[in-house]
């Protein structure tokens, strides 16, 4: 156990891209990604010991999952059943679908999970034009890292990685943390803060801005809420599977466009 697990904390030192968050939108952007690059290194980091997030039930802690269409055709992929119901379809419970996609995830060569485990920082260089670029991320125990108050400091660790996609939802105790760490850096002046419900906006928003908000770092799922102000969507979750999916594209469209040696983005 010991041996196999720190072998693969050695290998993904460098990963190809690191996903952070292992919710709706990050396992639907990992399944995607390993699919269409099975040569790619995919290094998933979740906080929480249960990888899932807020997918493993539907709304107040019921268990149907709505997912609107055309998202449905993910269900088919998975080959998850569902009853449709016009404009959306339900899956008789979350767990069925989190389950499905999980399993599916973790059955890929090329993806690597990282529970219990929290990204506590970014790895922000100056790139070959002089701009500053994300390049990987800084990870701790997640114990560790919420109990740095109370115990002495214990120094975290590095992956490298020429692609951050952060999934990491609203905000929260590990909620929206990329898109906080990008204030404190420096690298944009103010959040524009999740707005109130409204799903008829807020799906649509979330999937069509789905994208490298600054190089190096793609934002997925809610977590582009809060980073652009778009409304709340409710338990409703085609919206992550579609910005899983998208950003699956844009990180593609990153590696077929650049150059890169050693995890670093080099022309």
């Known amino acids: 156990m010991i041996k196999r697990y720190f072998n693969s904390m050695y290998e993904r030192s460098i990963s190809d891209v690191v996903i952070v968050g292992a919710g709706s939108a990050g396992l639907s952007c990992a399944w995607k990604l390993a699919n269409m690059h099975p040569e790619l290194k995919i290094t998933i980091i979740e906080a929480s010991v249960s990888p899932g997030g807020g997918a493993w039930l539907g709304g107040q802690l019921m268990s149907p999952m709505v997912i609107r269409k055309p998202a449905d055709a993910f269900l088919r992929e998975l080959g998850v059943e569902y009853e449709d119901e016009g404009a959306f379809v339900v899956v008789k419970h979350a767990a069925l679908f989190t389950s499905t996609l999980l399993s599916q995830v973790m059955a890929k060569p090329n993806v690597v999970l990282f529970n219990a485990t929290a990204v506590e920082d970014l790895i922000i260089h100056e790139d070959y034009r002089g701009d500053q670029r994300v390049a990987g991320v800084v990870t701790n125990w997640t114990l560790v890292a919420l109990n740095h108050d109370t115990q002495s400091c214990m120094d975290p660790n590095t992956i490298t990685a020429p692609v951050v996609i952060s999934a990491t939802g609203h905000d929260g105790p590990m909620g929206a943390f990329s898109a906080k760490r990008l204030i404190s850096a420096g690298l944009k002046k103010e959040l524009g803060n999740m707005r ?54 844009v990180a593609s469209k990153i590696f077929t466009s650049s150059k890169i040696v050693r995890g670093k983005v080099v022309g």
């Open 196 to 249: 109130g419900l409204d799903m008829s906006r807020a799906e649509p928003a979330i999937v069509n801005n789905t994208r490298e908000v600054v190089p190096g770092l793609i934002f997925a799922g809610m977590e582009l809420s809060e980073h652009d102000g778009s409304n709340r969507m409710g338990p409703t979750f085609g919206a992550m599977i579609g910005s899983g999916i998208k950003a699956a594209h």
